[in-house]
């Protein structure tokens, strides 16, 4: 079992670098996940449908399109991507935070759902309680709903963050395959395919892909079960 | 302390129209299901609001729809008790309890917790989570938590409804020491005739989204006409009435009422403290002359105050005993055979085995008519 040793720093970059941008990509959605599952399981309001859909593109679309999109919207010569690097410094193009956007759209539809629907699930009526006891709607939803919906919360959290870790059409499509940059794990092992003799290198890093992801997914069980814990639904 | 209430509501074919004002200490909003009491208690509360009207609790208006007034349910102060609980299920009791303390002013908070919880009885829960407690338990717990909100009304929308027979028992001593222990004035919504009977000082009838009837409990459950058809049988008089002395030869408790006096079986109450005794209309035989020889032991003379015409073959029968109306639920055979008229001097006759826990209650202390 020396294999993990004999990893070459470009491979190890690739690991390091997918881990970070799917945690990137997960975190970085949550709160305008969180905002747009209330939104679509509450709201009433004009143009909700369009909201949805365009919410559930990625999911549809083919990742290269998304990607694609991506490219002239936040390229650093498009009004998005100029606009963003002369206001805040923030350039995606042919960076890894270009990786962590378009895996954080990728996602987003997956976390969505979860908490849209955990939000659903919710009675209504427990809202109806806090208020009767003298909560503000704002208390009301974090000292009821917010806590409510963590398992939902933590299954979103995590399809993203799996969803992120595989994904690959949209980010070489948007930010390219640089290794150190913008080489995640998928990318990393198209790579190897490509090259003669590279199976070794691309069965090394489809281990560490499994693994993580096993990984992810024991973690997600092991919170989720303890937050129904808490929660003590009968 | 008043709650005045004069709305409307459409909610598609269903309308509701109510207007009546009550200053009963327990004021119970009554009548069958979609009659339109839950619609009136959750517009009280503020969880909906009246196409057009005005409440106002206490002196302050809660809504206006003229005035273009509607103070949201979290500044109402008023707290509620629904039927199913609703304990937050990831709070401990405890922190349940403790919800509503926090969002009350310092300076309005009357309701100490050592006090509300010794009511209850709930001492034992406080570590335990809403879903480890029975039935009973969850809707006490939903009382103490109403109540350590400090408000200034409490609605309790049919808390026993979804509970057993041996759960409502367990619940109704408690609701009653709510009732006579603090101050606060209580609106209850109930479709049962036992409950009404046992805990409301005031009760507003309503039937079909309007108000048919309302005034004290005794003068309501008169109206053995406007009864919901399945509680019929359950209507009669209210007395209020105290023990006078405990029979222990023959297990029975004697209670004194301006009626006279009536025994019933043994009840767990002191000499002297109030009981409220429901006698149904159908447990109560009429006699033209004083009958001896007969197993029951309640004998209550009187004079037909009145005879409302019945359905099917029974017509009830207003005895005014001493001034207090005993009802008889008779046949109209009977009536004929006994040439029963107004005015006339008659005996209401009712076993003493025909009361039962269910009509045999803790009275509200101050006010006794014997």
């Known amino acids: 079992m020396n294999w993990l040793t004999d990893l070459t720093p470009d491979e190890w970059n690739a690991v390091r670098l997918s881990i970070k941008v799917a945690t990137v990509a997960m975190l970085a959605s949550l709160p305008p996940g969180i905002a747009i599952a209330f939104l679509l399981a509450r709201g009433r309001f004009w143009g909700k449908t369009v909201l949805n859909g365009v919410v559930h593109l990625p999911l549809v679309l083919p990742p290269v399109v998304t990607g694609y999109l991506l490219l002239i919207s936040f390229g650093r010569r498009a009004p998005l991507g100029s606009f963003l690097e002369s206001t805040l410094g923030i350039v995606f193009s042919f960076r890894w935070t270009g990786a962590a956007l378009a895996c954080a759209i990728m996602g987003f539809p997956l976390m969505v759902r979860a908490i849209r629907l955990s939000i659903e699930s919710v009675d209504r009526k427990l809202e109806a309680a806090a208020g009767t006891l003298g909560a503000h709607p704002l208390w009301v939803f974090l000292t009821v709903t917010l806590p409510l919906i963590v398992p939902g919360m933590i299954a979103g959290a995590i399809l993203s963050f799996a969803k992120a870790m595989g994904e690959f059409g949209a980010t070489i499509t948007f930010v390219s395959n640089i290794p150190g940059e913008t080489q995640t794990l998928p990318s990393a092992i198209y790579t190897f395919t490509q090259v003669p003799g590279g199976d070794e290198g691309a069965l090394r890093l489809t281990l560490i892909s499994i693994i993580i992801s096993m990984g992810a997914l024991v973690v997600s069980e092991a919170l989720a079960r303890r937050a129904g814990r808490r929660l003590d639904i009968e | ?370």
């Open chain 2, 1 to 370: 302390m008043t709650v005045s209430v004069d709305i409307e509501q459409r909610l598609g074919a269903f309308g509701l129209e109510a207007d009546f004002t009550s200053s009963g200490r327990l004021t119970a909003l009554f009548g069958p299901s979609g009659s339109g009491k839950s619609s009136l208690i959750s517009l009280i509360a503020g969880l909906t609001r009246p196409g057009r009207g005005r409440i106002e609790v206490d002196g302050r208006v809660l809504v206006d729809t003229e005035a273009g007034v509607f103070v949201p349910k979290h500044k109402r102060r008023i707290g509620m008790v629904f039927q199913e609980a609703l304990l937050f299920p990831h709070m401990s009791v405890a922190h349940n309890l403790r919800y509503g303390r926090w969002f009350t002013p310092p300076a309005e908070r009357y309701a100490r917790m050592e006090a509300v919880v010794g009511l209850l009885g709930i001492g034992g829960l406080l570590d335990r989570r809403p879903g480890k407690l029975s039935g009973g338990e969850k809707q006490r717990v939903a009382i103490g938590r109403a109540l350590l909100a400090s408000p200034r009304l409490l609605l309790m929308d049919e808390p026993l409804a979804s509970l057993d027979d041996a759960r409502k028992a367990e619940i109704l001593p408690y609701i009653e020491r709510l009732r006579d222990e603090t101050k606060i004035p209580i609106v209850y919504v109930s479709h049962s005739v036992a409950e009404v009977a046992r805990l409301a000082s005031d009760v507003v009838m309503l039937s079909d989204g309007k108000v048919v009837a309302a005034g004290p409990t005794a003068e309501i459950m008169q109206r053995l006409d406007l009864l919901p058809a399945d509680e019929k049988g359950e209507g009669g008089a209210v007395l209020e009435t105290a023990v006078v002395r405990h029979d222990e030869a023959f297990g029975m408790t004697v209670l004194g009422s301006k009626a006279g006096e009536i025994r019933v079986p043994r009840v767990a109450m002191a000499v002297g403290a109030p009981v409220r005794l429901r006698v149904r209309a159908r447990d109560v035989m009429v006699a033209t002359v004083e009958p001896t020889g007969l197993s029951a032991l309640n004998v209550l003379p009187g004079t037909v105050a009145a005879i409302d015409p019945g359905e099917g073959a029974a017509v009830v029968v207003r005895i005014d005993c001493n001034g207090v109306a005993v009802m008889a639920r008779i046949t109209r055979q009977s009536r004929q055979a006994l040439e029963l008229a107004v005015g006339r001097p008659v005996f209401a006759v009712v076993k003493t085995v025909s009361f039962d826990p269910a009509t045999t209650a803790a009275g509200p202390r101050g006010e006794i008519d014997g």
